[in-house]
């Protein structure tokens, strides 16, 4: 019989307002971006796991991932251009390419749910709880609002944003098992912010085409996640960094903890060139369009 292979890609996501909100059923509001990852599979002898270089990859908890759709005996090589652990859905683009790969190697129907479905079986490998979020954005590219209600998701396309974002690295991953952990040990003395946060994405989706008002309420988000524990001095530095050098608002990416900021600016190539001034890494992303 002829040896079987396969192939699936998926973009990566930044979260423009409302992440950990988002796990308690408030509204959220994320971007694919023109970053993301591809995975291979082709059938072998044994699991084994590859990164884009060939190089093996072990990891156990990666390893469990991968068998949550993987049966058998494959080789899996990954290939992506998502900074692990930055609040860029790297693992969420890990889970829809993966998903893809194994239905285009197997030949199985994969449609919409059952894709939303077994990309959340991996996430909950890497996060525990997660909300969903970002595998959604991921299988679904484009802008999206984003509610997990007790009925299932609840996604709702947005019109493309005809802006791009700066990211500026921290320099240390973000644990988001841990982050996502540490904000339900602090509820519900901190509900009265994750309440803000969802009102706010609802002002938010206002004014998407409304730079200076959007930026203002991004850096007004970060505010919120200082509030509820999830920021860093380091990741308060980027966002003081990306205010000073011209950007409409920023705020940290993601969990928190370790990661990245992003910035909302007219010049986001300005910002970039302003962190590494500083010694920062960063650089620009684009929406990707939806599917
Ligand atoms: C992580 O990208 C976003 C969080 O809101 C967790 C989640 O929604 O699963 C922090």
Redesign the pocket.
Known sequence: MAERRGAGSAGG?L?LC??????YGHP?IAVAIDRGTTVRLREASGLTLRGGDGAALRDARLEEAVRAIVAGDWEVTITSDLPIGR?M?SS?ALAVALVRAWADATGEALDAAALHERAFAV?RVF?G??????HAVSARGGLVRYRRTPDGPVLTPLPLPSWSLAVLDSGAPGD?RA??AG?ASRRPGIDAHLDAIGALVGEAEAHLDDPPRLGALLTENHRLLTAIG?SSTRLDALVALALDAGAHGAKL????GGGAALALADDPEGIVAAARAHGVDGFVVRPRPGV
């Open positions: 996501k979260i409302g992440e950990h909100a988002v796990v959220a609040g859905g969420a996430e996060h709880n997660p909300s969903g979020i970002d988001t982050m996502v904000v999830v990416a993601g969990a928190g």
